[in-house]
């Protein structure tokens, strides 16, 4: 009989632990086709792991949205976001479940109502179920932006009915986010001091429970 050879002790790159502190997503393009992706790699970051998330998307479908900000907020996760370009739409959930928010004088924000689509023809029995469900939506996800935002529901209501764009300098003067400086120091120069200046808190309302089983695109 041949010896059994020694267990390999090596790790591949693959299968090295992400760190806690200091890791870096981009949740970018449409959410809907990353769902998955954006999923696995916040699952994989240790909980109560502080880091940075990167914004550039219009959003996708708003359970994409719910799914992502619950997940930073069930796993404590301290995301400081950074809008880059855009976001919009059902993007807007895991920015505001950020601790910390930035934006830069260029950003775009878009608020809007949910929008909802079936690929299928449907009755209009099941029509009519679909438009009281996404009231109720509708409703709900108002309601967790008004929590994570820290803002009257009825001034978040204002904004998505019938709709509304922010730039980053208006949502800085809002008090929703910070302003970063574009030319200016790199981004972790301009994130201390910013903390410096006044250390933010990181105190979110936990999220409503969300259901996933329409297909629903804010």
Request: hydrophobic share 40%.
């Amino acid at each position: 009989m041949k010896p059994h050879p020694a267990p390999d002790r090596t790790r591949s790159l693959s299968e090295t632990p992400p760190p806690r502190d200091g890791w870096e997503l981009a949740l970018t393009g449409d959410l809907t086709e990353k769902q998955a992706d954006l999923l696995e790699s916040l699952l994989e970051i240790p909980s109560g792991g502080r880091g940075t998330l990167f914004f550039d998307s219009p959003g996708g479908s708003a359970y994409v949205g719910i799914s992502l900000a619950s997940l930073i907020l069930l796993r404590g996760l301290k995301a400081t976001g950074v809008v880059l370009g855009e976001c919009s739409s059902a993007a807007l959930l895991p920015f505001a479940a950020c601790c910390e928010r930035y934006v830069l004088p260029c950003s775009t924000l878009y608020f809007h109502p949910v929008r909802w689509s079936s690929e299928e023809d449907i009755q209009l029995e099941q029509a009519a179920e679909w438009t009281r469900h996404f009231g109720v939506m509708e409703d709900e996800m108002d309601i967790l932006l008004s929590k994570l935002l820290q803002r009257p529901f009825e001034e978040v209501r204002g904004w998505t009915r019938p709709g509304r764009f922010f730039s980053g300098t208006e949502i800085a003067q809002m008090g929703l986010a910070r302003l970063l400086e574009l030319p200016g120091p790199d981004l972790a120069t301009q994130l201390r001091t910013a903390r410096q200046a006044a250390t933010p808190g990181c105190e979110v309302a936990a999220p409503t429970q969300p259901a996933a089983t329409l297909i629903a695109h804010q």
